[in-house]
């Protein structure tokens, strides 16, 4: 596993979490980075990505406002501050490594992703 992530838990609705991923310096410099999640039944869902130099972001519809995805290339992370969680985002997140794209088929390396799960 080349990517770590961290920073799943229990949070209640209303609730913040900030998940980071860890990975090696080669990785970092080079790729975009994104977040993608999966809930119980259902597909892979894209939630985030960030360009690799300049840090120009997306964000899916159903996170923007309340997720925010960020990275800091000197420590090989890439952070998704996640506010005002709601049930709906309980879920597998994983962390990816590839181009900046809200496809799942454009990221090269995987994390093996952290356990969220919203509620009271």
């Known amino acids: 596993v080349q990517l770590q992530a961290s920073g799943g838990g229990l949070v209640q609705p209303g609730g913040s979490l900030r998940l980071s991923c860890v990975g090696p310096?080669?990785?970092?410099?080079?790729?975009?980075m994104g977040w993608f999640r999966q809930a119980p039944g259902k597909e892979r869902e894209f939630v985030a990505a960030?360009?690799?130099?300049?840090?120009?972001?997306i964000h899916a519809d159903s996170v923007r406002g309340r997720f925010r995805i960020s990275r800091d290339n000197a420590k090989n992370t890439v952070y998704l501050q996640m506010n005002n969680l709601k049930s709906e985002d309980t879920a597998v997140y994983y962390c990816a490594a590839g181009d900046r794209s809200s496809l799942a088929e454009n990221y090269e390396y995987w994390g093996q992703g952290t356990q969220v799960t919203v509620s009271s």
């Open positions: 960030i360009a690799q130099s300049l840090g120009g972001t």
């Open positions: 310096g080669y990785i970092f410099s080079r790729y975009s």
